[in-house]
């Protein structure tokens, strides 16, 4: 009998804390199967955020350092520059990546930072039970925007991948979505990318991937990846902001 | 043996290179020596100083409230710390940038014209030195050999040719009679 | 050599070799020094984007178990504080330089001691300490600097060189050699598995309060041996002393010249001087406090150590406070004075 699917080597056998219907768990296995395919699990080193993913440290079956909310591109800074040879990867959700921690996503983008950095938007804070994120849609209700997002009032959503794309600094940026099949393949493509550039030495590489929450967006895990079709890739459009070694998005 | 000293006026006098030189030539004659400048805006253009003291003791506080040496190159630093000097002290007077006269007579004062000799020899940056030379030669304590050697310590490896300078300036301000 | 390049350079002799900061006066040489040194010998400075950037980037080395550190100045530490606790929370060696500044609030820039509460009782949230060094000389920032990275290792928290303006700017001779790191076991470091152990976390979080009880209690069965072992202090002229003053760094050199000069009026008075802040010297001041009559605490702020000497003298002893603050150093002649009025019987004001 030969194995057709198991579990890639560098997940835990821990199980996940997440909501039934969240696509956090598929991520993780998108950035294990990078991992394994690499060859690379012996010399990772994750960064865990604080939010839904703060927990990640038990799940990736690497070194793992926990980092305070937002700091996780400083903290895969020092772990990078003390052993540029390892290979440092932060997953973070939004709050965490674009809100609290914008200053250090933005820098560490900057610099070109030889590190890999998973962005986990489901426009909104999942852990602390459904607020408002810097991503959540104008309209969007949640527990502190219980009338919608009032852009006149607390303004625009942030687009990560746009903004970023505006600094010479960067590799690679991409969004991508994990609600169906084409495109869950097309964010492990992404993902295996992210790392293979900076084993390669080529620089800061993020891949924003839109996930759902069913839980705090209060819908099936079926209709929350429709959500996901109707409503962010619209303000969320996917595809490559910036490729440097393929001459995309390149500063003039 | 202690000397106390305060060196004060305009920054970008030198206040604090002349001090620095001191305290090498201090430190070079086998001394306990200290070395506090102000700091933050003050090294930009308004009113500097810096306290330096040499001792044959170890140095307690750095701080020089009551100098036994005042060397002044503007007339705000004459004003505020005139009355600071301990009595028997002496003062060092930029005699062209400062017109008025010591108003106490329970102290030493040398008025040096250093500013303007040092335009007449074409050293301007140097009256600081000028005056620096005089200090030494009046407490008795220009010894050619550590002055060299105090200078080879502070004078900027990228500019070798200020050596001589210094050299000129110091020895100005020990020859200097009124 | 300034004091702040002291640092600097006994940082590059003590073995580290990452440096982040974040540029704010009176502390700026740090910087400036490193910036220049270690690219010359293959280390690693980058100005982060902020002080919380430089923390996180520190606590990021040292979860990779290499020697680091970063410096500043009073608000800069509070900005730092975050990164601070987290790293008290995961149990990781660094050593952070705080060359204090008036305050509250952006405060000033000229010396102070102000921050001397935040540092001694951690400085974040929390249970947790740092272990607080007060150099009172050039040399001692340097000396003091190289004992903090031992100490950080040792006991797997992180040390701060808790010094002022004074001493940042100051300059003084030094003499700073290379020496012996010593061997420390650094196996829970974040070096990649290389598929032949267990993984290692860093991390502070436990959603099981009796787990993190644990955690903090073994912290604290660390600090003990901290407050056991490590405390450092310099004591003047105490043999025949009737009146101690208590000061620290800048504060204890100002505190020296008014002592010798109460000793030629036959005034009998010596000084404590803490090395350590946290621990503090408790034990030499019970001891002062059966035969001293009175005490003095000398300080650049509005009297925060005198609280630790209180607890430590357990109030037996009237105190006086010479204090000054905002950026403000106290004179020999009011560290006289008091002195005097010590010596005439005067009460604590």
New interface residues.
């Given amino acids: 009998m030969s194995v057709v699917f198991q579990k890639p080597h560098a997940l835990t056998d821990a199980v996940l804390h997440y909501c039934p219907g969240c696509t956090h768990g598929i991520v993780h296995r998108l950035v294990a199967e990078a991992i394994d395919e690499l060859g690379i699990e012996g010399k990772t080193i994750g960064v865990a955020p604080v939010g839904c993913a703060v927990f990640a440290y038990d799940y990736f079956n690497c070194d793992v350092a926990e980092a305070a909310h937002g700091r996780a591109p400083a903290v895969a800074t020092g772990l990078k520059r003390a052993e540029p040879s390892n290979i440092v990867f932060t997953y973070q959700g939004d709050g965490d990546l674009a809100s609290i921690g914008t200053a250090e996503t933005v820098h560490a983008a900057a610099r070109n930072e030889n590190i890999t950095v998973i962005f986990i938007n489901n426009a909104i804070y999942g852990m602390t039970g459904g607020q408002m994120a810097p991503t959540s849609l104008p309209g969007q209700v949640t527990q502190t925007s219980p009338y919608g997002r009032d852009v006149n009032h607390c303004g625009y959503p942030v687009r990560i991948c746009e903004m970023l794309a505006t600094l010479d600094g960067p590799e690679y940026l991409e969004r991508v979505a994990v609600n169906n099949v084409k495109n869950v393949r097309a964010a492990k493509k992404a993902i295996k990318k992210a790392f293979q550039n900076q084993i390669d030495g080529k620089g800061f590489s993020l891949v924003e991937v839109l996930s759902s929450c069913p839980t705090n967006w209060g819908m099936t895990p079926v209709k929350a990846l429709e959500w996901i079709d109707e409503k962010m890739i619209p303000y969320y459009p996917l595809g490559v902001y910036k490729d440097r070694s393929a001459g995309k998005g390149e500063a003039k | 043996m202690t000397h106390s000293y305060l060196i004060a006026g305009f920054g970008g006098q030198g206040l604090l290179f002349a001090g620095?030189f001191l305290?090498y030539k201090g430190?070079l004659e086998g001394k306990?020596?200290?070395?506090?400048?102000s700091?933050?805006p003050a090294m930009r253009g308004g009113t500097a100083n810096c306290s330096v003291i040499v001792s044959d003791e170890p140095?307690?506080?750095?701080?020089v409230?009551h100098p036994d040496v005042l060397m002044v190159m503007n007339l705000p630093s004459l004003d505020k710390y005139e009355d600071a000097v301990v009595p028997g002290g002496t003062i060092f007077v930029d005699s062209t940038l400062i017109e008025r006269k010591v108003k106490r007579t329970d102290v030493n004062v040398y008025y040096v014209p250093a500013t303007k000799l040092a335009a007449e020899s074409g050293m301007t940056t140097l009256a600081n030195m000028i005056l620096t030379g005089k200090i030494m030669q009046a407490l008795g304590e220009y010894d050619q050999a550590h002055v060299d050697d105090a200078l080879h310590h502070v004078v900027s490896a990228k500019h070798p040719e200020m050596f001589d300078f210094n050299q000129k300036a110091l020895a100005l301000g020990r020859d200097y009679q009124e | 050599m300034k004091g702040n390049e002291a640092i600097a350079e006994a940082a590059i002799q003590a073995g580290c070799r990452h440096y982040f900061g974040y540029p704010i006066t009176p502390q700026t040489e740090v910087a400036a020094y490193m910036a220049k040194r270690m690219p010359k010998i293959g280390g690693c400075f980058l100005q982060a984007e902020s002080e919380i950037a430089a923390i996180n980037m520190v606590y990021g080395v040292a979860s990779a178990g290499k020697r680091v550190m970063t410096s500043s100045s009073s608000p800069g530490i509070s900005l730092k504080g975050e990164g601070i606790s987290y790293m008290a929370g995961a149990n990781l060696p660094a050593l952070v330089v705080n060359v204090q500044r008036g305050g509250p609030g952006l405060g000033g820039i000229q010396p102070s001691q102000s921050d001397y509460n935040q540092a001694t009782r951690g400085g974040a949230h929390g249970d947790f300490h740092l272990l607080v060094l007060a150099p009172a000389s050039v040399q001692e920032m340097a000396d003091l600097t190289m004992l903090g990275f031992d100490l950080a290792d040792k006991y797997r928290m992180t040390a701060m060189i808790l010094a002022d303006g004074t001493m940042g700017q100051m300059m003084e001779p030094v003499e700073i050699h290379p020496r012996e790191i010593p061997e420390c076991d650094k196996s829970w470091a974040l070096t990649g598995t290389k598929m032949q152990r267990e993984r290692n976390i860093i991390n502070s979080l436990s959603m099981d309060p009796y787990d993190l009880e644990r955690m903090n209690l073994e912290r604290y069965e660390r600090y003990a041996a901290v407050e056991r072992d490590e405390v450092r202090y310099e004591s003047y002229r105490m043999d025949d002393a009737e009146i101690c003053v208590v000061a620290f760094g800048i504060a204890a050199r100002v505190a020296k010249n008014a002592i010798n000069e109460a000793r030629k009026q036959g005034v009998k008075v010596g000084l404590i001087r803490p090395i350590t802040l946290w621990p503090f010297p408790k034990a030499p001041l019970k001891a002062a406090a059966e035969t001293c009559k009175s005490f003095i605490t000398v300080e650049l702020n509005m009297g925060q150590m005198v609280d630790d000497v209180r607890l430590a003298t357990e109030c037996k002893r009237p105190i006086i406070t010479c204090n000054r603050t905002g950026g403000v150093i106290p004179s020999a002649a009011e560290v006289y004075n008091a002195i005097m009025n010590a010596q005439k019987g005067g009460q604590a004001e």
């Fill in positions: 620095k305290v430190m306990e020596v200290s070395w506090l400048p700091y933050g140095v307690g506080s750095p701080i409230d």
